[in-house]
C-alpha cells in the first residue's frame, strides 16, 4: 500500500519536537502547511541555578525533578524555578483530525482501488493519560503503531468484499475500525473519536465501465418506463371496456331489484290480507274464550258453595267425635294416675321391707364371717384337688413356695384364713 498522496492530500505524521520554552507550545501545535501533526513538545533545558519559567494553559505540562516525573504542572509563571526542576513534556490536549489515503488496495475480486480514511483523537482527558502516551508510547511509536493498524484495517476490509460493495461499506469499516483502535490506543492515553471513509476511488477504465453501466441501467430504465407507459395505456382501454360491462350490468341489476321490489310489495299485501284472517279467528276464539272462562267461573261458585257446605258437615261431625274420645282420654288417664299411686305406694312398701332385711343382715354379720371363710377353704381344697389330679408340674422360686404353702398350710394359716 502506498502512503503517500491521494489528488494531492498527503499521509498525516505525528511527530514531537523541540522550543526553546514552554510558551512556544502554541505556535509548535498550530504549525500547519505540511502532513506533520505535533503532538509533544520538549522545552530545552538551560544551565541557570534559577530561573524563570511561564507555563502556558491549555495543555498537559508535565515535568521532572531530577529527570523524574511529577506529574502535571499548574499553568501560571514561575520565578525563581530552581534549575533540578524541569518541564520535561507539553503534550496537545486538541482534537486531532489524522489524514490517510491509501493506493492501489486489492479487493476480494482483486480490483486495485484508492480509498482515503479520516480519524480523530485526542490524548487525555485526564494527566495520566497524558503520562502514559509520553512514556509508554510516544509520537514516534504512535505513529508508527496507528498508520500500520489504519493500514491493516483498510486492508483487511476492501479484501473482504468486492469492488462493486466498497461504497455501500463505509460506515460498516467506520464502526468496526473505530472500535479497534479505541481498544487498542485507549491503554496508552488516546481517544479514537471518529473514523470516516471519506473518498474512494476505483481504477479509470472501471470507472467508465460502470458509468457505462449505469448509462445502460437508465436507458433500461427509460424502455421501462415507456413499457410501463404502454401497460398502462392498455390498462386504461381494458378499464372502458369493464366500464362498459359494468354499466350494462348495473342496468341488469336495476331490472332485477325492480322485479324484486315488486315482487315484495306483492308479498307484502299477501301478508296483510292473512295478518287481517289471523285477527279476525283470534277475536273469535277470544270470544269463544270469554264464555267458556264464564261458565268456568259459574262452575266454580257452585263448586265453592257445595265444597263450603260439606267442610262445615264434616267439620261439625269432627267436633263431635273430638268431644267423644277426649272423655274417653281423660277417663283412661285416670285409670293409669290411680293405678301408678299403687304401684308407688307398693314401691315404698318394698323399699321399707328391704331395709328390714338390710338391718337384719347387718346385725347378723359376725356369723357370716366364719361361714364364708369356711366356704372359701373347701373351694381352695378343690383347686388343689384338680392340680394333684392332673399329674406331676416343676414350680420353681416364688411361685413355688407360695403354692407349697398353701398346699400345707399351718394353724395359724388356716386361722388367718
Request: hydrophobic content about 40%; charged content about 25%; some cysteine.
Given at each position: 500500500?502506498?502512503?503517500?498522496s491521494?489528488?494531492?492530500?498527503?499521509?498525516?505524521?505525528?511527530?514531537?519536537?523541540?522550543?526553546?520554552?514552554?510558551?512556544?507550545?502554541?505556535?509548535?501545535?498550530?504549525?500547519?502547511?505540511?502532513?506533520?501533526?505535533?503532538?509533544?513538545?520538549?522545552?530545552?533545558?538551560?544551565?541557570?541555578?534559577?530561573?524563570?519559567?511561564s507555563?502556558?494553559?491549555?495543555?498537559?505540562?508535565?515535568?521532572?525533578?531530577?529527570?523524574?516525573?511529577?506529574?502535571?504542572?499548574?499553568?501560571?509563571?514561575?520565578?525563581?524555578?530552581?534549575?533540578?526542576?524541569?518541564?520535561?513534556?507539553?503534550?496537545?490536549?486538541?482534537?486531532?483530525?489524522?489524514?490517510?489515503?491509501?493506493?492501489?488496495?486489492?479487493?476480494?475480486?482483486?480490483?486495485?482501488?484508492?480509498?482515503n480514511?479520516?480519524?480523530?483523537?485526542?490524548?487525555?482527558?485526564?494527566?495520566?493519560?497524558?503520562?502514559?502516551?509520553?512514556?509508554?508510547?510516544g509520537?514516534?511509536?504512535?505513529?508508527?503503531?496507528?498508520?500500520?493498524?489504519?493500514?491493516?484495517?483498510?486492508?483487511?476490509?476492501?479484501y473482504?468484499?468486492?469492488h462493486?460493495?466498497?461504497n455501500?461499506?463505509?460506515?460498516?469499516?467506520?464502526?468496526?475500525?473505530?472500535?479497534?483502535?479505541?481498544?487498542?490506543?485507549?491503554?496508552?492515553?488516546v481517544?479514537?473519536?471518529?473514523?470516516?471513509?471519506?473518498?474512494?476511488?476505483?481504477?479509470?477504465?472501471?470507472?467508465?465501465?460502470?458509468?457505462?453501466?449505469?448509462?445502460?441501467?437508465?436507458?433500461?430504465?427509460?424502455?421501462?418506463?415507456?413499457?410501463?407507459?404502454?401497460?398502462?395505456v392498455?390498462?386504461?382501454?381494458?378499464?372502458?371496456?369493464?366500464?362498459?360491462?359494468?354499466?350494462?350490468?348495473?342496468?341488469?341489476k336495476?331490472?332485477?331489484?325492480?322485479?324484486?321490489?315488486?315482487?315484495?310489495i306483492?308479498?307484502?299485501?299477501?301478508?296483510?290480507?292473512?295478518?287481517?284472517?289471523?285477527r279476525?279467528?283470534?277475536?273469535?276464539?277470544?270470544s269463544?274464550?270469554?264464555?267458556?272462562?264464564?261458565?268456568?267461573?259459574?262452575?266454580?261458585?257452585?263448586?265453592?258453595?257445595?265444597?263450603?257446605?260439606?267442610?262445615?258437615?264434616?267439620?261439625?261431625?269432627?267436633?263431635?267425635?273430638?268431644?267423644?274420645?277426649?272423655?274417653?282420654?281423660?277417663?283412661?288417664?285416670?285409670?293409669?294416675?290411680?293405678?301408678?299411686?299403687?304401684?308407688?305406694?307398693?314401691?315404698?312398701?318394698?323399699?321399707?321391707?328391704?331395709?328390714?332385711?338390710?338391718?337384719?343382715e347387718?346385725?347378723?354379720?359376725?356369723?357370716?364371717?366364719?361361714?364364708?371363710?369356711?366356704?372359701?377353704?373347701?373351694q381352695?381344697?378343690?383347686?388343689?384337688?384338680?392340680?394333684?389330679?392332673?399329674?406331676?408340674?416343676?414350680?420353681?422360686?416364688?411361685?413355688?413356695?407360695?403354692?407349697?404353702?398353701?398346699?400345707?398350710?399351718?394353724?395359724?394359716?388356716?386361722?388367718?384364713?
Amino acid at each position: 500500500m502506498d502512503i503517500g498522496s491521494f489528488e494531492g492530500q498527503m499521509h498525516s505524521r505525528c511527530v514531537q519536537r523541540r522550543v526553546s520554552a514552554p510558551t512556544d507550545a502554541a505556535g509548535a501545535f498550530n504549525e500547519s502547511g505540511n502532513q506533520d501533526i505535533c503532538l509533544v513538545i520538549v522545552p530545552s533545558t538551560t544551565s541557570l541555578c534559577c530561573q524563570f519559567v511561564s507555563i502556558p494553559s491549555g495543555f498537559f505540562v508535565l515535568y521532572q525533578r531530577w529527570y523524574q516525573n511529577q506529574g502535571e504542572l499548574t499553568p501560571g509563571f514561575k520565578a525563581c524555578w530552581p534549575f533540578w526542576f524541569r518541564v520535561s513534556h507539553v503534550v496537545n490536549a486538541a482534537t486531532i483530525t489524522y489524514s490517510a489515503p491509501s493506493r492501489q488496495v486489492p479487493t476480494a475480486d482483486n480490483v486495485m482501488i484508492d480509498i482515503n480514511l479520516s480519524l480523530t483523537f485526542n490524548i487525555g482527558p485526564s494527566t495520566e493519560d497524558a503520562e502514559s502516551f509520553v512514556y509508554l508510547l510516544g509520537c514516534t511509536r504512535f505513529d508508527e503503531f496507528l498508520a500500520a493498524e489504519v493500514e491493516e484495517g483498510i486492508r483487511g476490509l476492501v479484501y473482504s468484499v468486492t469492488h462493486d460493495r466498497v461504497n455501500d461499506l463505509r460506515e460498516e469499516f467506520a464502526q468496526n475500525m473505530l472500535a479497534s483502535l479505541s481498544a487498542k490506543f485507549r491503554p496508552f492515553g488516546v481517544q479514537i473519536k471518529n473514523v470516516k471513509v471519506t473518498e474512494t476511488r476505483l481504477p479509470r477504465i472501471l470507472a467508465e465501465s460502470l458509468e457505462q453501466t449505469t448509462t445502460f441501467r437508465t436507458r433500461i430504465s427509460e424502455v421501462a418506463k415507456k413499457h410501463e407507459n404502454t401497460i398502462r395505456v392498455l390498462q386504461d382501454e381494458a378499464s372502458q371496456e369493464l366500464e362498459q360491462v359494468l354499466r350494462v350490468n348495473s342496468r341488469r341489476k336495476q331490472d332485477l331489484l325492480a322485479q324484486c321490489t315488486r315482487y315484495e310489495i306483492e308479498h307484502k299485501e299477501i301478508i296483510d290480507e292473512m295478518v287481517g284472517q289471523a285477527r279476525v279467528q283470534e277475536m273469535e276464539s277470544k270470544s269463544k274464550m270469554d264464555v267458556l272462562v264464564t261458565q268456568a267461573k259459574g262452575n266454580l261458585e257452585v263448586a265453592t258453595a257445595e265444597g263450603q257446605k260439606e267442610a262445615e258437615e264434616i267439620k261439625r261431625k269432627m267436633q263431635i267425635a273430638t268431644q267423644k274420645r277426649k272423655v274417653e282420654v281423660d277417663q283412661a288417664a285416670n285409670t293409669i294416675r290411680l293405678e301408678s299411686e299403687g304401684v308407688v305406694a307398693k314401691a315404698d312398701n318394698d323399699a321399707e321391707a328391704l331395709k328390714a332385711t338390710a338391718k337384719a343382715e347387718d346385725l347378723s354379720t359376725p356369723g357370716l364371717k366364719e361361714k364364708r371363710k369356711y366356704t372359701l377353704e373347701w373351694q381352695r381344697l378343690h383347686i388343689l384337688e384338680a392340680l394333684a389330679k392332673d399329674g406331676r408340674r416343676f414350680v420353681t422360686g416364688d411361685l413355688g413356695k407360695a403354692l407349697l404353702k398353701d398346699m400345707v398350710p399351718t394353724g395359724d394359716g388356716m386361722l388367718k384364713k
